[in-house]
């Protein structure tokens, strides 16, 4: 931002990348016009069955690659499962979404998932406008989001219906309707 000469920003993050945008904002608040968090957490608890499968998926993208690990996910976690099956269509983008990513970005990502350090006692600290969205069928974000929305003052949740863990491409008309509203609000 400061070598494009860019005062301020609307920063948005997704999952790992609203992990980020949550500690550039912590960080560098006086950056920021406003702040989009899209189904992330202050802190990423995972069931040790969730990172067990993880850790069996980086062993498969080794040895097998990225699309054997695609459909041990989708045969072996039940949400993913479930969500396909509701929608169907979505199968589809996430395999190529999935084999479009490196071998090494996918491992290294739950990497510094699993080392991530929780955040909620400093949100707090967050005073720009923020919106937080979450994909309606994205139970496993559902708890985190909630300690998001309680602990940034200047909040707005938005659920985004038929939508799991990646709305802003599961239901884009809906998850940008929301955006422009809210940055028409804020005067960005």
């Known amino acids: 931002m400061n070598v494009l000469g860019i005062e301020k920003c609307c920063l948005a993050g997704h999952s790992l990348g609203g992990a980020i945008a949550l500690l550039f904002a912590l960080d560098h608040q006086e950056m920021l016009s406003s702040l989009v968090l899209v189904d992330t957490?202050?802190?990423?608890?995972?069931p040790p069955a969730m990172f067990e499968m993880r850790k069996k998926m980086n062993e498969i993208v080794r040895s097998q690659g990225m699309e054997a690990a695609f459909e041990f996910e989708v045969a072996n976690n039940p949400q993913r499962g479930e969500f396909f099956q509701?929608?169907?269509?979505?199968?589809?983008?996430?395999?190529?979404?999935?084999l479009s990513m490196s071998p090494d970005a996918f491992i290294y990502t739950w990497k510094?998932?699993?080392?991530?350090?929780?955040?909620?006692?400093?949100?707090?600290?967050i005073n720009v406008p923020t919106l937080i969205?979450?994909?309606?069928?994205?139970?496993?974000m559902a708890e985190g989001i909630q300690v998001l929305k309680e602990g940034i003052a200047n909040s707005e949740l938005v659920t985004v219906k038929g939508a799991g863990h990646s709305p802003h491409y599961e239901a884009p008309d809906a998850f940008n309707?929301?955006?422009?509203?809210?940055l028409d609000r804020i005067n960005w």
């Open 41 to 46: 957490s202050s802190k990423f608890p995972m």
């Open 86 to 98: 509701e929608y169907p269509d979505e199968k589809e983008k996430e395999r190529q979404r999935m």
């Open 112 to 125: 510094s998932i699993e080392r991530q350090k929780p955040l909620d006692h400093r949100l707090s600290e």
């Open 133 to 140: 969205y979450m994909g309606e069928e994205d139970i496993t």
């Open 177 to 182: 309707e929301a955006l422009l509203k809210f």
